[in-house]
Protein backbone atom coordinates (compact mmCIF):
# COMPACT_ATOMS: atom_id res chain seq x y z
CA UNK A 1 0.00 0.00 0.00
CA UNK A 2 1.38 3.59 -0.64
CA UNK A 3 1.05 6.41 1.48
CA UNK A 4 -0.58 9.16 0.76
CA UNK A 5 1.91 11.88 1.61
CA UNK A 6 -0.48 14.97 0.97
CA UNK A 7 -3.56 14.18 3.06
CA UNK A 8 -3.68 14.67 6.91
CA UNK A 9 -5.74 13.06 9.30
CA UNK A 10 -9.01 15.45 10.47
CA UNK A 11 -9.12 13.69 13.83
CA UNK A 12 -5.53 13.71 14.85
CA UNK A 13 -3.37 15.23 11.75
CA UNK A 14 -1.35 12.09 11.15
CA UNK A 15 -0.38 11.48 7.50
CA UNK A 16 -3.65 8.42 5.61
CA UNK A 17 -2.24 5.87 3.69
CA UNK A 18 -4.46 3.92 1.49
CA UNK A 19 -6.10 0.69 2.49
CA UNK A 20 -6.81 -2.23 -0.47
CA UNK A 21 -11.16 -1.04 -0.63
CA UNK A 22 -9.82 2.57 -1.57
CA UNK A 23 -10.53 4.32 1.63
CA UNK A 24 -7.68 6.10 3.31
CA UNK A 25 -6.52 5.09 6.71
CA UNK A 26 -4.65 6.98 9.72
CA UNK A 27 -1.58 5.54 10.13
CA UNK A 28 -1.97 6.59 14.50
CA UNK A 29 -5.57 6.64 14.97
CA UNK A 30 -7.48 4.61 12.57
CA UNK A 31 -9.68 7.05 11.30
CA UNK A 32 -10.88 5.64 7.52
CA UNK A 33 -12.15 8.18 5.07
CA UNK A 34 -12.93 8.14 1.21
CA UNK A 35 -11.93 10.88 -0.63
CA UNK A 36 -15.07 10.94 -2.21
CA UNK A 37 -18.84 9.56 -1.71
CA UNK A 38 -18.64 5.88 -2.79
CA UNK A 39 -21.98 4.05 -3.36
CA UNK A 40 -22.12 -0.11 -2.61
CA UNK A 41 -24.59 -1.90 -4.13
CA UNK A 42 -25.63 -5.29 -2.80
CA UNK A 43 -28.27 -8.30 -3.41
CA UNK A 44 -30.07 -10.30 -0.56
CA UNK A 45 -30.66 -13.72 -2.95
CA UNK A 46 -33.39 -15.88 -1.10
CA UNK A 47 -34.06 -19.84 -1.90
CA UNK A 48 -36.90 -20.36 0.36
CA UNK A 49 -35.70 -20.11 3.84
CA UNK A 50 -32.16 -19.99 2.72
CA UNK A 51 -29.58 -16.91 2.01
CA UNK A 52 -27.07 -16.46 -0.78
CA UNK A 53 -23.55 -15.75 0.77
CA UNK A 54 -20.11 -15.77 -1.14
CA UNK A 55 -16.78 -16.32 0.24
CA UNK A 56 -14.30 -13.09 -0.30
CA UNK A 57 -11.53 -14.03 -2.50
CA UNK A 58 -9.71 -10.58 -2.01
CA UNK A 59 -9.06 -8.38 0.97
CA UNK A 60 -10.10 -7.16 2.74
CA UNK A 61 -11.56 -10.42 5.14
CA UNK A 62 -10.67 -12.73 2.39
CA UNK A 63 -11.75 -16.01 3.13
CA UNK A 64 -14.77 -14.62 5.37
CA UNK A 65 -18.44 -14.48 4.10
CA UNK A 66 -20.33 -11.77 3.21
CA UNK A 67 -23.98 -11.17 1.09
CA UNK A 68 -22.76 -10.70 -2.95
CA UNK A 69 -22.10 -6.71 -3.20
CA UNK A 70 -19.81 -4.67 -4.64
CA UNK A 71 -19.93 -0.38 -5.06
CA UNK A 72 -21.52 0.89 -8.18
CA UNK A 73 -19.50 1.74 -11.28
CA UNK A 74 -20.21 5.22 -13.64
CA UNK A 75 -23.16 5.19 -15.60
CA UNK A 76 -25.03 2.19 -13.78
CA UNK A 77 -28.48 2.40 -12.27
CA UNK A 78 -28.42 1.18 -8.75
CA UNK A 79 -30.42 -2.12 -10.17
CA UNK A 80 -27.50 -2.85 -13.02
CA UNK A 81 -24.68 -2.52 -10.24
CA UNK A 82 -26.23 -5.15 -7.61
CA UNK A 83 -26.65 -7.47 -10.82
CA UNK A 84 -23.93 -7.09 -12.33
CA UNK A 85 -22.36 -7.77 -8.55
CA UNK A 86 -24.41 -10.48 -8.19
CA UNK A 87 -23.24 -12.42 -11.43
CA UNK A 88 -19.67 -11.06 -11.22
CA UNK A 89 -19.62 -12.79 -8.11
CA UNK A 90 -22.17 -15.43 -8.14
CA UNK A 91 -22.14 -16.45 -11.14
CA UNK A 92 -25.88 -16.10 -10.68
CA UNK A 93 -27.49 -13.72 -13.86
CA UNK A 94 -30.86 -12.34 -12.81
CA UNK A 95 -32.73 -9.00 -14.81
CA UNK A 96 -32.58 -5.89 -12.90
CA UNK A 97 -36.48 -5.61 -12.56
CA UNK A 98 -36.24 -9.00 -10.17
CA UNK A 99 -34.64 -6.69 -7.78
CA UNK A 100 -37.06 -4.73 -4.96
CA UNK A 101 -35.52 -2.38 -2.38
CA UNK A 102 -34.54 -3.95 0.58
CA UNK A 103 -32.32 -1.71 2.92
CA UNK A 104 -30.38 1.60 2.73
CA UNK A 105 -27.33 2.22 5.38
CA UNK A 106 -25.06 5.34 5.50
CA UNK A 107 -21.53 4.78 6.83
CA UNK A 108 -20.64 8.12 7.30
CA UNK A 109 -17.37 8.01 8.28
CA UNK A 110 -16.21 6.15 5.80
CA UNK A 111 -18.39 8.20 3.10
CA UNK A 112 -20.43 5.37 1.62
CA UNK A 113 -23.86 4.54 1.35
CA UNK A 114 -25.19 0.66 0.92
CA UNK A 115 -27.87 0.28 -1.23
CA UNK A 116 -29.41 -3.63 -0.56
CA UNK A 117 -31.95 -5.08 -2.89
CA UNK A 118 -33.78 -8.15 -2.52
CA UNK A 119 -35.13 -11.22 -4.75
CA UNK A 120 -35.89 -14.89 -4.43
CA UNK A 121 -34.70 -17.74 -6.95
CA UNK A 122 -35.56 -21.22 -7.45
CA UNK A 123 -32.75 -24.28 -8.06
CA UNK A 124 -30.16 -22.46 -9.65
CA UNK A 125 -26.89 -22.93 -10.88
CA UNK A 126 -23.70 -20.53 -9.35
CA UNK A 127 -20.79 -20.08 -10.65
CA UNK A 128 -18.30 -18.05 -8.11
CA UNK A 129 -16.24 -15.61 -9.94
CA UNK A 130 -12.13 -14.86 -9.58
CA UNK A 131 -13.19 -12.65 -6.31
CA UNK A 132 -15.25 -15.45 -4.52
CA UNK A 133 -13.83 -18.27 -3.39
CA UNK A 134 -16.97 -19.98 -2.89
CA UNK A 135 -21.28 -19.22 -3.31
CA UNK A 136 -23.55 -20.99 -0.88
CA UNK A 137 -27.04 -20.58 0.10
CA UNK A 138 -27.43 -20.95 3.80
CA UNK A 139 -30.52 -20.95 6.57
CA UNK A 140 -30.12 -19.09 9.63
CA UNK A 141 -28.69 -21.91 11.20
CA UNK A 142 -26.24 -23.54 9.11
CA UNK A 143 -24.40 -19.64 8.57
CA UNK A 144 -21.19 -19.72 10.18
CA UNK A 145 -21.88 -16.45 12.08
CA UNK A 146 -18.36 -15.93 13.07
CA UNK A 147 -17.11 -16.34 10.01
CA UNK A 148 -18.81 -13.18 8.35
CA UNK A 149 -16.46 -10.78 6.34
CA UNK A 150 -18.41 -7.68 7.70
CA UNK A 151 -20.33 -8.22 11.33
CA UNK A 152 -21.78 -4.59 11.34
CA UNK A 153 -24.17 -5.88 8.54
CA UNK A 154 -25.18 -9.16 10.73
CA UNK A 155 -28.36 -7.04 11.76
CA UNK A 156 -29.99 -7.02 7.85
CA UNK A 157 -29.24 -10.39 7.50
CA UNK A 158 -31.09 -11.56 10.49
CA UNK A 159 -33.76 -8.69 9.32
CA UNK A 160 -33.87 -10.70 6.21
CA UNK A 161 -33.91 -14.43 7.65
CA UNK A 162 -36.82 -12.83 10.23
CA UNK A 163 -38.18 -11.94 6.46
CA UNK A 164 -38.21 -14.85 5.04
CA UNK A 165 -40.22 -16.68 7.82
CA UNK A 166 -42.48 -14.27 8.28
CA UNK A 167 -43.15 -14.22 4.43
CA UNK A 168 -43.02 -10.73 3.99
CA UNK A 169 -40.44 -7.67 3.81
CA UNK A 170 -39.96 -4.45 5.07
CA UNK A 171 -37.68 -2.24 3.95
CA UNK A 172 -35.21 -1.07 6.44
CA UNK A 173 -32.65 2.17 6.86
CA UNK A 174 -29.36 2.09 9.45
CA UNK A 175 -26.59 4.35 9.91
CA UNK A 176 -23.45 2.47 10.88
CA UNK A 177 -20.41 4.00 13.44
CA UNK A 178 -17.42 3.77 13.59
CA UNK A 179 -17.29 1.82 16.36
CA UNK A 180 -18.77 -0.97 14.83
CA UNK A 181 -16.16 -1.17 11.87
CA UNK A 182 -13.01 -0.87 14.43
CA UNK A 183 -12.32 -4.27 14.32
CA UNK A 184 -13.41 -4.76 10.46
CA UNK A 185 -10.69 -3.08 8.58
Known amino acids: MNTVSVRFCARCGSSLVDTPMGHLRCARCSETRSSDARVLVACCVMQGQRLLWMRRGIEPRRGFWAIPSGFLESGETLEQGAAR ?92 SREAYVDQQ
Open 85 to 176: ELSEETGLKLPEDRLQLHGLGSVPHMNEVYVVFRTSVGDVTLAPGEETLEARFFSESELPWDDIAFPAINYLARLTYADMRRGHHGLYLAEH
